[in-house]
């Protein structure tokens, strides 16, 4: 994913003088493998994460009062938590119609299988426990999953994740737990984007949305 000029603009900026990135003066776009345009919306509380194409949309909110891009493709700074979000295109044979409960946990398990194995097999870590759950949160179904990880050092950290299908995306979202914080203080932030998720048909329009929140 390549970040447009403004994002590197407003990332050296802000990380040089120390002012909370948002409100944003333009959202921040980017375009990633799959086929969803992505673009980091600011507003006066924290920013919406937005992912459209021409066919459906999706988003949602994080409440922050300090935000940062780290740079990479899918990482950033909320307050002191390293935030991941990442879109996949799901397996062929997801089913044209919405999917049922059950065919909806199957395909989230699949996924979550999926990225142990290259945490195991391509990151050569070590992951002795992994735990999952389905919860609704507002209209949707979500996988919860978390787990520790042993690197080579022998050093152990988790991270816990939270999982969604959106349309024919999967949207993950995740943080590490530090030593000072919780699992269920990690759970309970992931669990609070995901709330607000919102699906709609159809492509949203960027500008016309932060042009619309910057004036609230």
């Given at each position: ?136 949160l507002g209209r949707y179904h979500f996988m919860e999953w ?71």
């Amino acid at each position: 994913m390549i970040f447009y000029q403004a994002l590197l603009f407003y990332q050296q900026l802000y990380l040089t003088i120390g002012i909370i990135l948002f409100p944003l003066v333009s959202p921040v776009l980017a375009q990633e493998e799959h086929d969803y345009a992505f673009a980091l919306i600011g507003t006066g509380n924290g920013a919406y994460w937005v992912y459209t194409k021409e066919e459906n949309s999706f988003y949602f909110h994080i409440d922050s009062d300090s935000i940062f891009s780290t740079g990479a493709e899918t990482l950033f700074l909320v307050k002191d938590r390293v935030f991941e979000s990442t879109v996949v295109l799901a397996e062929e044979g997801m089913p044209e119609k919405m999917p049922t409960t059950e065919k909806t946990e199957e395909i989230l398990l699949d996924y979550m299988f999926h990225e142990l194995k290259f945490l195991k097999n391509k990151q050569q870590l070590e992951i002795p426990d992994v735990q999952y759950k389905f919860v609704d949160l507002g209209r949707y179904h979500f996988m919860e999953w978390w787990y520790q990880i042993k690197n080579s050092e022998n050093e152990i950290w988790s991270k816990t994740n939270l999982s969604v299908l959106c349309f024919d995306g999967i949207l993950n979202i995740n943080v590490a737990v530090k030593k000072h914080q919780t699992m269920e203080e990690e759970k309970e932030f992931l669990r609070g984007a995901g709330s607000n998720l919102v699906k709609v048909l159809g492509s949203v329009d960027i500008d016309a949305m932060a042009e619309k929140l910057q004036k609230k």
